[in-house]
């Protein structure tokens, strides 16, 4: 789901909240034109503008998506998008190998510069999000996102080969207000994955929270993989002693989930550190990538912080690698294998559901 590659294991995005106050709520709803996908694992975007003269603050959204015909879609906040001819573009996946009528651009990126998570949502799993109580994700005016671009990935255009006719009109339905400024949202993603055939991967990573950086409160967190992850835990460690933010087979509905425990907060001098395990069946090697047949590892959280504390530097990127919490903390300092260990009621669902897990529990 992570778009504008820098191929680094982790990135940070930070986009504003805001404390409500008394004020209009109303609907944006945001749809492509009408669309015919062709190939299989084809990324589309489409731009929409945000008022510049005046901020609105994101309260709730919603997926307008029908079933079985897209695999995610996603709102990305951007300075300026990466196509600017006013119509859809090609934003990534393997159908860039294709010049496809209809559509005027065939970039690989959403933005044209960095790219703010906003909110997503895979596969069939249509469901309202509601941002934290009394709060709103800012757009327009002076934050900075003057767009927002939404993403869509269609894995298997079967249902459209087989009607020629048939078109799409996906999108999301935004509540908006204008509220002042209360909260940010982070979202922390896992990439450069690599996997052997037949073996089971890990993928890790450690971002410290600069000093200079506001001390924030967690709320919710969520995960995101393709096919082959078996679970993907995140953790905040302060001076050595590690504090599960949360775990969750992405086998599961991948949404927002509270903390395992409330309260928890980060604070500048603290790391942030998430684990992916993945396990690969197949015969070949399986990389990071936009399609179906690749992976992606993606530990997600929302956080929030005292409007006074705003203008403090926000941690918008940080690197890692393969393995990295020996190096980082030390052999035998971090949880290692018991960040594979899932909670009860998670397993209990996977058996519920009829899913095999192969990471021992």
């Known amino acids: 789901m992570l778009h504008h590659f820098r191929m680094i294991l982790v990135t940070l995005y930070a986009a504003t909240f805001i404390l409500c106050v008394s004020s209009a709520v109303y609907d944006r709803e945001l749809r492509f034109p009408k669309y015919h996908p062709i190939y299989n694992n084809e990324y589309i975007c489409y731009a929409f503008p945000n008022n510049p003269n005046k901020a609105e603050f994101i309260k709730k959204a919603l997926p307008l998506q029908k079933p079985n015909r897209v695999h995610h879609i996603i709102g990305w906040g951007c300075a300026y998008p990466a196509s600017n001819k006013g119509d859809i573009w090609h934003c990534g996946g393997s159908h860039n190998h ?68 048939l078109t799409d009109e996906p999108g999301i339905l935004l509540t908006v207000t204008d509220i002042p400024p209360k909260y940010i949202s982070i979202h922390i993603s896992v990439s450069e994955v690599k996997l052997k055939p037949h073996s089971v ?136 294998s018991i960040a594979d260990t899932l909670h009860e009621n998670d397993i209990k669902e996977l058996e519920e559901l009829g899913i095999e897990t192969v990471i021992p529990n």
């Open 98 to 165: 294709h010049q496809i009528k209809g559509v005027t651009d065939n970039t690989t990126s959403v933005c044209g510069g960095d790219a703010n998570f906003v909110i997503g949502w895979n596969k069939d799993d249509v469901y309202q999000v509601t941002f934290a109580e009394n709060s709103g994700y800012e757009i327009g005016g002076d934050s900075g996102i003057n767009y927002i671009v939404i993403a869509v990935h269609y894995a298997d255009v079967k249902i459209f080969n087989e009607n020629t006719n």
């Open 201 to 336: 991967g890990v993928t890790e990573t450690a971002c410290l929270w600069p000093m200079n950086a506001p001390f924030v409160y967690i709320y919710q967190f969520s995960v995101h993989s393709h096919h082959l992850g078996e679970i993907i835990s995140g953790y905040v460690v302060r001076n050595g002693v590690w504090n599960e933010i949360g775990k969750k087979s992405p086998r599961l509905t991948q949404r927002g989930y509270p903390t395992t425990t409330n309260g928890m907060t980060i604070a500048p001098g603290d790391y942030i550190a998430a684990r992916c395990t993945f396990y690969n069946n197949g015969d070949g090697i399986v990389a990071q990538g936009w399609d179906d047949s690749d992976e992606m590892c993606n530990f997600y959280i929302n956080l929030y912080y005292d409007k006074n504390e705003r203008l403090k530097k926000l941690p918008l990127g940080c690197s890692g690698r393969v393995n990295l919490w020996d190096d980082v903390f030390g052999v035998g300092n971090h949880p290692g």
